[in-house]
Each structure stands twice: as C-alpha cells, then as structure tokens.
C-alpha cells in the first residue's frame, strides 16, 4: 500500500473568540496575518477559515509550520491572539464530492491533540506540537514553549521590531519605521530576546533545507500507519 505524503498540519483557534465585538472582521485579519507569514514561509497550501472559530494551513515541514506560526502571532493587531497546535504525519486530500478538498490523515489528527494541549497549557497564546516520535515532540514541544515566554512578554513595539527582523528588515529599517535609532533597536533586541527569536528561526530555516527539512524525517517510521493520536 502507498503511503500518504508525509506534512506538518497547523490548527489555530481564537483566544476568547466569544468576546470578540466582531468576528467577522477579526477573521479577515487572522487570515492577512497567515497572509504576511506564507510571504515569508510559503505553505502547501494556504490558511483558510473553519468552523467554530478555526483555521487551517500546510506545511511540508515542521520547522516550516514551527516559523510561519511565530509570524502569524507577531502580525495580529492587538487584542486578538491564536492558540497553535502543530501536527507532523500523513496528509491525505480527499474530494468530498462537490469540487472541493477535505484533509484528513495523521497530521491533522496530531495537530488537533497539540491545540488542545496549547489550550489546556495556556489561557491566552500558546502554541504546541505533536509528532510521531516521543522524543521529536518533547523537544520542539519544549522550543515552543520556551518561545512563546518570550513573545508574551514582548512589549507593543519589541513585538514590531521582532515581527520586521523576521520580515527581513534590517535594524536600521526597523529604526526608520519606529522613528527611534538603530541603536534603540539593537538594544531592545537584546533586551527582549528577539535575537535569541532571530537565532532560532534562522536554524530553522537551516533545518528545512536540510535533511529534517521533510516533514517525516524524524520520527515517522512504519508504525505511523493507522495512528490516529
């Protein structure tokens, strides 16, 4: 029997979704962040809007899903926040019948398992990840959480800056747009950790062209067949 390709699933959910003044509005900027992050990370396919406050996206790697997730947070405006769980397995892409593709295989199953963990680790932002592989998920379960300490104590402009240097600005942009020097942001850099943010992403986007780049490289031996947990 073929295997189904291997790929990392993302499942993201609205913080507090039911206190939200208008959804509707909230989702369409949800989905112009997911825009801003696919620029940077292109996806196998890109976010997309579900039910129940739900969204979707594919990866073809972990570490591909693991940087697009940390861009979608830093482009929300304030006051909006997502909850993550990232899933590494089979992706199957089924007709339903009318035209239109529904996914399904253990990515998606691994990255439902991993948002509810977000949910349950966390009130607010989170984000989690669940592979095949014990040892793959605990340790980049681990990077996450470590990250997303980080990103919840960035302040309003640490979070601009982090989310320009991860776009690709330099510091001296980053100063223009913020009107402060470019020695005021190498500082709040330092000072906030979003170098160690820079650092991480950049050995990620090493990884993803590497041999870990696939999304079963690690810890998605034979026995992923019929596991759906």
Avoid: C, N
Avoid at 13 to 31: F, H, K, N, P, T
Avoid at 76 to 105: H, K, M, N, Q
Avoid at 185 to 207: F, H, P, Y
């Amino acid at each position: 029997m073929t295997r189904a390709p291997q790929a990392a699933a993302v499942i993201a959910d609205i913080v507090g979704s039911r206190r939200l003044a208008d959804r509707e509005a909230a989702q369409e900027q949800i989905l112009a962040a997911f825009a801003v992050a696919e620029k940077d990370v292109p996806p196998l396919r890109a976010a997309w809007a579900t039910v129940g406050d739900e969204f979707q996206a594919l990866h073809g790697a972990w570490p591909q899903a693991v940087r697009a997730v940390v861009r979608v947070s830093l482009a929300l405006p304030p006051g909006l926040e997502l909850r993550f769980g990232i899933g590494v397995g089979e992706r199957r892409s089924l007709d339903d019948g009318a035209g239109d593709r529904i996914e399904d295989g253990t990515a998606w199953y691994r990255a439902r398992a991993a948002v509810e963990r977000a949910h349950a680790r966390a009130d607010g932002a989170a984000t989690a990840f669940v592979a095949a592989d014990p040892s793959l998920t605990a340790a980049v379960d681990g990077v996450l959480l470590l990250r997303d300490h980080v990103l919840g104590r960035l302040k309003a402009r640490e979070r601009r800056l982090a989310a320009a240097l991860l776009g690709g600005a330099t510091q001296t942009q980053a100063a223009r747009a913020e009107r402060i020097t470019q020695s005021a942001v190498s500082q709040a850099v330092t000072r906030s950790g979003i170098d160690r943010l820079l650092e991480l992403d950049a050995a990620l986007a090493e990884a993803a062209a590497g041999s870990f780049g696939h999304a079963g490289a690690a810890g998605e031996g034979a026995g992923d067949e019929g596991d759906v947990g």
